[in-house]
């Protein structure tokens, strides 16, 4: 039998949805959207294809995000869309089916970590098992969880932040907070709809933050045109938004981001501090590729700060790790529950 247990660690993301599959690395890498049929509710696209359509679709289809701030908005739209990545990481005719382990915001409630394993459940896994994701972003990082030393992780997607101090396996302190790209990509298009009067979307802002985006203001300052739509005219224009623009419309995000940090390390037990001043804050997830994020979070806490290798990856790559060695990670897993 052991020859047919089917794996599969998902990265369950406000953004993206990363799967990963032991042995063969990560399979699965595209947006967390989904095309739904107004009329008879069917999925039309999911992932890359589905993401293509937001902003523009007609009235009759609806490209929506199933998750809000890391955690399910929509039950029925994240189940369909976890069935669709489950498929289709393991392709063709499967007789046995899959242990699922999905990663999941470290402050999720019992009711919606609840929802997460339904979904799952409802999608075909056999068993699903739920981790947390400072954990995972710290062991996809190589971040030797299980030492008695302690380690510091913020991991910012596009729906939350996870910071959290890790010792012997498990969260010693930690904050999450609903602030991520999502977030940055709404400042921007609020800050250039009131300084140039010009209304632009969120797939725009989100060029704009990764084109130019800073968290601090920079001595070269990058510029990009921007098409959108006037605010008085109605009619298309095109305009030059600058990195300052950027910094300027995010200032308030990245105050609280930086709270948060600050509040963790409060929290921190004093020998777990002399640590992580040692070794630094790791950064990961996507939106921790900001340019000068790390600077930012290292000049407003002192606390050196890095980001980790391939960001993105870590999470669904820790997901992938504790899956292949189950046993082993079963305190971190279990104490989630």
């Known amino acids: 039998m052991a020859l047919f247990l089917k794996k599969v660690g998902i990265d369950l993301g406000t953004t993206n949805v990363l799967v990963y599959v032991p042995k063969r690395g990560i399979v699965i890498n595209e947006p967390s959207v989904v095309a739904i049929s107004k009329e008879d509710g069917k999925v039309l696209a999911v992932g890359h294809d589905a993401k293509d359509m937001i902003g523009r679709t007609p009235d009759s289809i609806v490209a929506q995000r199933p998750l809000k701030d890391g955690v399910i908005a929509n039950y029925r739209t994240t189940e369909a869309m976890l069935r669709y990545f489950i498929n289709k990481a393991l392709g063709g005719v499967r007789l046995f089916r899959a242990e699922v382990m999905i990663a999941v915001p470290g402050g999720i409630t019992s009711t919606e970590r609840r929802a997460v394993i339904d979904a799952a459940m409802a999608a075909g896994a056999r068993a699903a098992y739920i981790i947390k994701e ?61 300084k140039y009067n010009l209304a632009v979307g969120e797939r725009t802002a989100e060029e704009i933050k990764i084109e130019i985006g800073s968290a601090m203001y920079v001595d070269r300052n990058m510029t990009m045109e921007v098409k959108g739509r006037d605010m008085i005219s109605g009619l298309p224009r095109t305009i030059t938004v600058s990195s300052h623009d950027v910094t300027d419309a995010i200032q308030v995000e990245l105050e609280g981001l930086i709270q948060a940090v600050k509040e963790v390390l409060h929290k921190t037990p004093p020998e777990l501090s002399a640590d992580v001043m040692d070794k630094g804050m790791i950064l990961s997830g996507g939106s921790s590729l900001l340019r000068n994020l790390e600077e930012l979070f290292a000049q407003a806490t002192g606390v050196p700060a890095y980001v980790a290798e391939e960001p993105l990856l870590c999470v669904a790559k820790g997901t992938g790790i504790a899956l292949e060695n189950l046993e082993s990670y079963k305190r971190s897993i279990l104490a989630t529950r």
């Open 134 to 194: 400072p954990i995972v972003a710290a062991i996809g990082a190589d971040i030797p969880i299980g030492s008695a030393s302690g380690h510091m992780i913020i991991d910012i997607g596009g729906g939350t932040a996870e910071i959290a101090v890790l010792s012997l396996g498990g969260i010693v302190a930690s904050g999450s907070v609903r602030i991520g790209g999502n977030k940055f990509d709404a400042a921007i298009a609020e800050h250039v709809r009131k």
